[in-house]
């Protein structure tokens, strides 16, 4: 359907609305609200009677979320179907037939569908520096969530992962505007193609609209302290680069930034959103965030307040999410005149915009399991993506690859465990629940004795917590040439993974020194969302793998690239820190190395080694002077130095020397990955646009300002100006 015949669908459906019906298209709520209660334990899921009371009676637009019944767990696809399907009858019976939009959390994948096909988190996307693995994610995402009869996907994570204790760093592309912004939107892009109403796409939602990414203690949802210079340099540019993209919405932070909350910043939701970024489609809100302008921010004296407050913000749909409160209190809004009826308009032509966009008023039949649901070659694209998102950090002495035949004593709370290679949103919301992983699926440890020619020993427990035997680690020691020591984090999402400090455990810690003290060398593996310091161990260590989240194959890459089967390629999407308060990032202010201050991070942004070595030469620039508005071509040659076949991103940064605004040291602008034989080069071509040299000056304007610029590329520096 075109814009045009979509815009005048809308106004005629419009026309039809009472005031009621308009703000249940407003009203999302939780399975819950439509579920049997969870101790019933019932064959089928959804309470007829209460379906009928949300969306008849209450017109709700929108559902989300998995069943409670008995858990909040992910559903066999089938089971999928039918509630999808009964929702939409449901959806049928009303007056105007208006389809309910139902959406989930398929992060990584189609969280909630049993035996989906599940990604590395974005973390480790980012670590690939392919953005072709994201945009084939997003494909065989998009197809797995419709194949369930879902429609809507909360995904992609558009903040910036910039404050490491944050627990949602895994769920960001990393600390880099540039490469979450072309992971991001290659994810988008293959999600929603170039028509989001295709039976194999879903409308993506960009999160969590702005800021939210950046606590300034670190814990989930408590306060960002964001001036508008760095909120437009650092945190608005991923979200303009998504609505470019096609994202029709857009989910709000659930935090504050500088006072405001997310659910009651009109400038953020309004001025901004609307105004310069150009959105067209709905935002919505996150979980209960409406009510908590009242009953935990004290913004508002009241809930009706709390209400009129985020809709007048910007608000278009309400994540209420258990209850009519939304409902009943903004149709009161409007009828005492707090609320313009203008305002309900508003939103809901932007909802019923995207529903019909959605092509939701015009099913067509669901695809077929077998030939769209994860198919081997989804699967496969996962183990590659596993594989490029996994980060060699150190390799003294060519410790790895091991050999087939080597006698590997393995140990860890991470190394038995499927949840430790996915983290949260999976199977479940914190996806800990390790009895509901698939049974095929490979721990490290399974994949490693699946490969291995020598003896495999495994000291460990069966949960994360366990208690391990530091002694019979020792004595085992003594029969294996290496250790394999697995650590890390236990799956956790949003606030309930807060912490107090990076620094590991004093269990993992003493089973680290255990290890080490064995004399024999020890690889150490970490997985989890955040890099927990590991600066000591790792010293000692002969090789150190960051595996992060690298999801549901994660296990099988991680032994492919232990055995050399495959040829580590990963590159740090972060600064991984040396100390737990060592928060600097790669793109530091001049400030921040100057006098005693020091860069210094256990491992660089962009670090990760490879079995090969590679060498970038010959970098120029095509005019040592450009134009103000000019593009600036940059070429340098990547040769494979080594002895075997990998793939290496090349990145490039630049630098601008001086300007009235402090400068990073340097910034990524662009960067392009590419597999070379031995001995093999390439010539490669970048084009950096004004864009890639501007900031934000004084005025919060995007400037790029005349002077001199720097380019970096390995170990090459050249310069150019930019003249009037
Ligand atoms: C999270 C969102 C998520 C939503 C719906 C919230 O608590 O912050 O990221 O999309 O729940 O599950």
Not at 199 to 220: E, M, Q
Not at 347 to 355: D, M, P, W
Not at 658 to 684: D, I, W
């Amino acid at each position: 359907m075109s814009a045009q015949e979509i815009e005048n669908k809308v106004k005629i459906l419009m026309a039809q609305m009472t005031l009621e019906e308009k703000v249940g298209q407003m009203t999302q709520v939780d399975f819950t609200v439509i579920g049997v209660p969870k101790e019933q334990n019932a064959e089928d899921q959804i309470d007829p009677v209460k379906l009928e009371d949300a969306v008849v009676k209450h017109h709700v637009g929108s559902i989300l979320n998995t069943t409670f019944t008995p858990d909040n767990k992910a559903q066999s696809i089938d089971t999928w179907r039918k509630m999808t399907s009964t929702v939409q009858d449901a959806a049928a019976k009303t007056r105007l037939k208006i389809p309910v939009i139902y959406g989930i959390d398929a992060i990584h994948g189609a969280t909630y569908t049993q035996n989906s096909v599940l990604f590395p988190q974005a973390i480790n996307m980012a670590a690939t520096f392919n953005a072709d693995l994201a945009f084939k994610e997003g494909e065989i995402t998009a197809r797995e969530v419709r194949a369930s009869g879902l429609q809507w996907n909360f995904s992609t994570v558009m903040d910036i992962g910039r404050q490491p204790l944050w627990p949602r760093l895994w769920e960001t592309f990393g600390e880099d505007v540039h490469l979450a912004t072309v992971m991001g939107t290659s994810y988008i892009k293959g999600h929603q193609g170039d028509d989001f109403s295709a039976v194999n796409k879903a409308p993506t939602c960009l999160k969590h609209y702005v800021g939210y990414s950046y606590p300034l203690n670190g814990k989930d949802r408590t306060p960002a302290w964001i001036g508008e210079r760095a909120l437009r340099e650092y945190f608005l540019p991923t979200f303009a680069a998504g609505i470019n993209a096609g994202s029709p919405t857009v989910m709000v932070n659930s935090a504050e930034v500088d006072g405001i909350p997310g659910h009651a910043n009109h400038h953020y939701l309004t001025t901004i959103l609307r105004g310069e970024l150009g959105f067209k489609g709905f935002t919505v809100s996150d979980w209960e965030d409406i009510k908590r302008l009242y009953t935990r921010d004290k913004m508002a004296a009241s809930e009706k307040e709390a209400v009129k407050i985020a809709v007048m913000a910007g608000i278009d749909m309400s994540m209420v999410p258990f209850d009519f409160s939304f409902y009943d209190l903004l149709i009161e809004l409007v009828k005492t005149g707090e609320v313009p009826l203008s305002r309900i308009d508003e939103a809901v032509s932007r909802i019923l915009t995207v529903k019909y966009q959605a092509g939701l008023f015009e099913p067509k039949p669901l695809l077929d399991i077998a030939e769209n649901f994860a198919t081997a070659e989804a699967i496969a694209t996962n183990r590659q993506a596993a594989r490029e998102s996994i980060v060699l950090a150190k390799n003294d002495h060519n410790i790895l690859p091991l050999k087939k035949d080597a006698n590997i004593l393995v140990t860890g709370p991470t190394a038995n465990l499927l949840s430790a290679l996915n983290g949260g949103w999976t199977i479940t919301w914190q996806g800990a629940a390790e009895h509901l992983y698939p049974q095929e699926k490979l721990t490290v440890l399974a994949a490693i004795q699946n490969k291995a020619g020598g003896k495999v020993t495994f000291v460990g427990g069966e949960s994360f917590d366990a208690k391990i035997d530091l002694q019979k680690v020792v004595e085992e020691a003594k029969n294996h040439d290496v250790i394999l020591l697995s650590l890390g984090e236990q799956p956790y999402t949003e606030t309930v993974g807060n912490i107090e400090s990076l620094n590991l455990g004093q269990a993992q810690v003493d089973l680290a020194q255990a290890a080490l003290a064995t004399g024999k060398p020890v690889i150490l593996l970490t997985l989890g969302g955040r890099p927990r310091i590991i600066t000591q161990i790792s010293e000692l260590a002969s090789g150190v793998i960051l595996g992060f989240l690298p999801g549901m194959e994660g296990g099988e890459a991680i032994a492919d690239i232990l055995f050399g089967d495959y040829n580590p390629n990963g590159k740090l999407p972060i600064s991984y820190p040396r100390n737990t308060n060592g928060i600097v990032p790669y793109d530091y202010k001049p400030i921040e190395s100057f006098e005693i201050n020091t860069y210094n991070p256990l491992y660089p942004f962009g670090h990760g080694l490879s079995y090969t070595t590679f060498e970038t030469s010959g970098l120029k620039v095509e005019k040592d002077k450009v134009k103000l508005g000019e593009n600036v071509i940059v070429t340098v040659t990547i040769k494979n130095t080594g002895t075997i076949t990998g793939k290496e991103a090349v990145l490039v940064y630049i630098n601008d020397v001086a300007a009235s605004v402090t400068r990073p040291n340097k910034q990524l602008k662009a960067f392009k990955k590419v597999e070379l034989n031995p001995g093999q080069s390439q010539a490669l071509s970048f084009t950096l646009t004004p864009h890639d040299l501007s900031f934000i000056g004084v005025d919060l304007k995007r400037i790029v300002e005349p002077g001199d610029f720097k380019v970096l590329v390995g170990n090459e520096t050249v310069g150019f100006t930019v003249i009037k």
